[in-house]
């Protein structure tokens, strides 16, 4: 296939990257040169030109104003959330690559950041089994949740306050191995100085605070952003009075929860139990 092509066969990040990489190059321009044109760095075209980071929203739109595409890049964009990911996670996500803080609070599943891959991979390709998805959006599932979590790996990771559900650690996703392989994961990152992670007892009761899943970001400029999603889309939040209280609902888990260590303690007691 020529690279001047698009295949139609690929997935909707891999159509996005190849027609960003087929534009830039027509025009004779360097991914540092696009990188300027658009307000990105220029690591973040080459990712998403090798389909290694999702496009977001804004990534899309600022594209098609340089490109002058008319909508190009924002209909693949739209494919591509419509296709592997939940309405509204993609911009989520592209706020999370730049958070200098992260907190949120897991229920039912261990969130993604922790997730090791096999079980990642379970929850991806139960939903495909069930019909839910198609397989090559089962494989971008698992590989996107992959590429998040190099946030974690960067010199200066972002801090990262986790509180888990306790329904996370006896849920037995995957099978015993790969509960136990998550469950010792869980432990490894708590033991890094930029993480702490805490569980939401099953006697917290009524106290638990939320009731679904929800995030709060710290952005470089100094605002905060809050995330939460349902069974069919997400939202990105940036209403201050709504995260303010958001704010103050997460303080109250916070508190309510187990401290870190006896939440660790709580950790390797399901390991055991698991493990017999």
Same mark, same amino acid.
């Given at each position: ?19 960003? %990489? #087929? /534009? +830039? ?7 540092? &040169? !696009?990188?300027?044109?658009?307000? *990105? ?58 958070? %200098? #803080? /992260? +907190? ?7 969130? &993604? !950041?922790?997730?090791?891959?096999? *079980? ?157």
């Amino acid at each position: 296939m020529s690279e001047q092509e698009v295949d139609p066969t690929a997935s909707p990040a891999v159509r996005f990257g190849q027609e960003l %990489r #087929r /534009l +830039r190059r027509s025009r004779g321009w360097s991914q540092v &040169g !696009l990188s300027k044109r658009m307000g *990105y760095s220029n690591t973040m075209v080459s990712y998403v030109e090798r389909a290694m980071r999702p496009p977001t929203r804004n990534f899309a739109v600022k594209a098609d104003e340089v490109f002058e595409t008319g909508g190009t890049f924002y209909e693949l964009w739209r494919r591509y959330a419509k296709a592997s990911l939940l309405e509204g996670f993609a911009e989520f996500a592209d706020a999370e690559a730049r958070c %200098r #803080r /992260l +907190r949120t609070l897991a229920l039912t599943i261990v969130t &993604g !950041l922790l997730q090791v891959p096999e *079980y990642a991979e379970a929850l991806a390709y139960s939903a495909f089994q069930r019909g839910a998805i198609t397989r090559t959006e089962a494989d971008e599932r698992v590989d996107f949740i992959a590429n998040r979590q190099r946030l974690l790996q960067q010199k200066k990771p972002p801090l990262l306050h986790v509180v888990i559900d306790e329904s996370c650690l006896v849920r037995r996703v995957g099978g015993k191995a790969v509960m136990l392989k998550q469950l010792d994961h869980i432990v490894e990152l708590a033991a890094q100085p930029n993480v702490t992670i805490q569980v939401a007892p099953f006697d917290l009761g009524e106290n638990l605070p939320f009731k679904l899943p929800v995030t709060l970001l710290d952005l470089p400029d100094g605002s905060v952003v809050g995330y939460a999603e349902s069974y069919a889309r997400g939202h990105l939040e940036r209403t201050r009075e709504t995260v303010t209280a958001w704010e103050r609902q997460y303080d109250q888990l916070v508190v309510e929860a187990l401290p870190r260590a006896a939440s660790l303690a709580l950790i390797r007691k399901a390991r055991e139990e698991l493990a017999v």
